[in-house]
């Protein structure tokens, strides 16, 4: 058990450009979580798959956003032509059970400029 | 959806001092946690508590499911204990989600 990960731990980039995230969940996890935390708030969810499939977006995951799980192991999250209000740490958690503890990651610091 | 209140918001404690956090939880729940968030942002579980009391260490928590509450005890603070401690909660019925409140601030003073 090596923990989630994710990669890259930091990224700054310009207004307008397209960034993709990387999430590796712990092996034989079938479930996997993309979350958004803001400065001085708690995470919030955004969208989470089992296997391959996504079951459930947030209203806050607007087009501009995309996640992808395709062959039900690692996870990507791609914002095209971003904003400043999308500077956010993006953090990824997975688990094994429908309901059961969840695991979260280190993180994406995300910096828009 | 289900809502979470954390209190205090802010807790401020010398080195030694005992503190007890909560967490207001509006629905019922079938899964609560309880997290660290370390100054880099990392997200430590602590405890997995639906229901009843575990400790661990220095660290208990109890869950009161059918009050709708949950309690963190620290025992004995160190400094290393400060950060933001996080409830997060998943409502019976809803769906797989966390839902988490806005935290506690701790800070520990040597």
């Known amino acids: 058990d090596t923990g989630v990960s994710q990669d890259p731990r930091h990224k700054i980039t310009k207004r307008g450009q397209n960034v993709t995230f990387r999430c590796d969940p712990i092996?034989?996890?079938?479930?996997l979580y993309w979350y958004r935390q803001t400065l001085g708030q708690g995470p919030e969810f955004l969208t989470y798959f089992q296997n391959e499939a996504q079951l459930e977006k947030s209203r806050l995951l607007s087009d501009r956003f995309s996640a992808e799980r395709p062959k039900g192991s690692f996870s990507t999250l791609e914002i095209q032509r971003t904003e400043q209000g999308d500077s956010a740490m993006y953090l990824c958690a997975s688990s094994l059970e429908v309901v059961g503890r969840k695991f979260f990651g280190p993180g994406t610091r995300l910096t828009v400029l | 959806g289900i809502q979470v209140e954390q209190s205090p918001p802010d807790l401020i404690l010398q080195e030694g001092a005992n503190s007890t956090l909560r967490c207001n939880f509006s629905?019922?729940?079938?899964?609560l946690q309880w997290f660290h968030q370390n100054p880099w942002g990392q997200l430590i579980n602590l405890f997995y508590i639906p229901s009843g009391t575990k400790q661990n260490g220095r660290l208990s928590a109890t869950t009161v499911a059918t009050e709708r509450y949950s309690l963190l005890y620290i025992s004995s603070s160190q400094t290393t204990d400060s950060g933001v401690y996080f409830c997060?909660?998943?409502?019976?019925?809803?769906?797989?989600?966390?839902?988490f409140g806005k935290g506690t601030k701790l800070t520990v003073n040597p």
């Open positions: 997060a909660v998943e409502s019976q019925g809803g769906s797989e989600k966390l839902v």
């Open positions: 629905d019922s729940v079938n899964n």
């Open positions: 092996s034989e996890h079938n479930r």
